[in-house]
């Protein structure tokens, strides 16, 4: 078996019914998004923003992240998952 890693180069992103990439716009279901994110109990307020450079906004720096990474083949990324 051999691993291909992907690359997937963004030059817009938007709010829209389905998320999906297409064309290197990245579309997100906004509220799609965030009901994963308030699964976690811990989490009892989230919003999504889309800030693009050049707007006047100021943005913390992460801490932690977690590279989003998924097979080309479509299979599950672990065995056994």
């Known amino acids: 078996m051999e691993l291909h890693i992907?690359?997937?180069?963004?030059?817009?992103?938007?709010?829209?019914?389905?998320?999906?990439?297409?064309?290197?716009?990245?579309?997100?279901?906004?509220?799609?998004a965030l009901s994963i994110v308030k699964e976690d109990s811990h989490i009892t307020e989230a919003d999504i923003i889309i800030v693009k450079p050049g707007d006047m906004v100021r943005i913390v720096p992460v801490k932690e992240a977690i590279e989003p990474r998924c097979r080309l083949d479509g299979k599950t990324i672990f065995p056994g998952f």
């Open 6 to 32: 992907g690359n997937f180069y963004v030059k817009d992103i938007k709010f829209g019914d389905k998320t999906k990439f297409e064309n290197s716009t990245l579309t997100i279901n906004k509220e799609e």
